[in-house]
């Protein structure tokens, strides 16, 4: 089992940017991928971004691409997710998650809000 703690959310102005951060802990070495989804009032969840530890792989939709970076502290066991340019549509609940691949996560952090005011 792999237990992940979220910050960094909050409320920030449109074009603003704010970071995220996962730590991991427990069994990290029965993972090899992070990610973040989010998920907003009454839509389905949404994936984010997801990073591979051993090679610094990133994957991002193009809803986000190019506004935000994950990189990864693998020292820290902890992942980061900067979010810049952010928008009214970026607001939701973003949860951080860890998987043996990059479509299968279970493990899931409690999540972190993110409101965008315009």
């Known amino acids: 089992q792999v237990q992940l703690v979220e910050s960094g959310g909050g409320l920030v102005q449109s074009g603003g940017s704010l970071r995220l951060s996962c730590a991991a802990s427990?069994?990290?070495?029965?993972?090899?991928?992070m990610g973040w989804f989010r998920q907003a009032p009454g839509k389905e969840r949404e994936f984010v971004a997801s990073?591979?530890?051993?090679?610094?792989?990133?994957s991002y939709p193009i809803s986000v691409k190019g506004r935000f970076t994950l990189s990864r502290d693998n020292a820290q066991n902890t992942v980061y997710l900067q979010m810049n340019s952010l928008k009214p549509e970026d607001t939701a609940i973003y949860y951080c998650a860890a998987g043996a691949t990059r479509f299968s996560y279970g493990n899931w952090g409690q999540g972190t809000q993110v409101t965008v005011s315009s």
């Open positions: 427990g069994r990290t070495s029965s993972t090899d991928y």
């Open positions: 990073i591979r530890w051993s090679t610094g792989t990133t």
